[in-house]
């Protein structure tokens, strides 16, 4: 089975922390993604990765930056946290293709105070 | 452009109910479309698939059909249980490379 982890599953950070989310796929997948998650307003794509140390901004990249060294780790990086940065953090992974689908991880429920 | 309109939550049903939860979708040439499943505290999951008009993707008793023509990707299910409560997403693909959701229709079922 494919697995995506998540580095943590809850975090709370302070206002101006630099907020480092790692992602980890155990299946040679080519795509990586992350996603912020939201009442109301659904699944929002921050960046995705389609090889190492190859990034596409998505809908909502401000504030925040990406990094895939290797093919299995994607991490996402908040410059410097701020309040409305509090959200679900989803990461995902797909080996390409449109049939294919996308694998999750858990999901890290970041708090900024 | 791309993507995905679904129905708006919440649904709240009585167990043995049949679940019907409607998606759209606009998108240029020929999408693969997805349902996802998040229960709560989790990530998504996929709950079923379809790749090509007229497919009709199935798991866990939960069906959907690929309707070009209406444009559709209709969730259903004859009989829920408590157990299918949770958050369903619609989604379509055209490269594999980005993927368009619904914004999540929640579903609760009571006993």
């Known amino acids: 089975d494919v697995k995506v982890t998540q580095s943590s599953r809850y975090l709370v950070k302070r206002t101006g922390e630099k907020v480092f989310l790692e992602c980890v796929q155990d299946?040679?997948?080519?795509?990586m993604f992350w996603y912020r998650q939201d009442p109301g307003l659904g699944l929002r794509l921050i960046y995705f990765?389609?090889?190492?140390?190859?990034?596409e901004k998505g809908d909502i990249p401000e504030g925040y930056s990406v990094s895939r060294e290797k093919k299995e780790r994607f991490s996402l990086i908040l410059e410097s946290a701020s309040t409305n940065q509090t959200s679900m953090y989803l990461c995902?992974?797909?080996?390409?293709?449109?049939?294919?689908?996308?694998?999750f991880g858990p999901g890290t429920r970041l708090t900024v105070t | 452009g791309n993507s995905v309109t679904q129905m708006e939550g919440p649904v709240t049903l009585s167990e043995e109910a049949f679940l019907t939860i409607n998606c759209t979708y606009t998108?240029?040439?020929?999408?693969?479309l997805f349902w996802y499943v998040q229960y709560p505290g989790e990530g998504l999951q996929l709950l079923l698939k379809?790749?090509?008009?007229?497919d009709k993707g199935s798991n866990k008793g939960f069906e959907a059909t690929y309707r070009k023509e209406t444009t559709s990707f209709h969730l259903e299910k004859g009989s829920v249980q408590v157990s299918d409560s949770a958050v369903y997403f619609c989604?379509?693909?055209?490269?594999?490379?980005?993927?368009?959701f619904g914004t999540g229709t929640s579903l609760t079922v009571i006993p």
């Open positions: 379809a790749t090509k008009a007229d």
């Open positions: 299946m040679d997948h080519e795509n």
């Open positions: 990765s389609y090889d190492v140390k190859m990034k």
């Open positions: 995902a992974s797909s080996p390409g293709g449109a049939s294919y689908e996308q694998y």
């Open positions: 998108a240029t040439g020929y999408p693969s």
């Open positions: 989604a379509l693909s055209r490269t594999g490379n980005q993927f368009y």
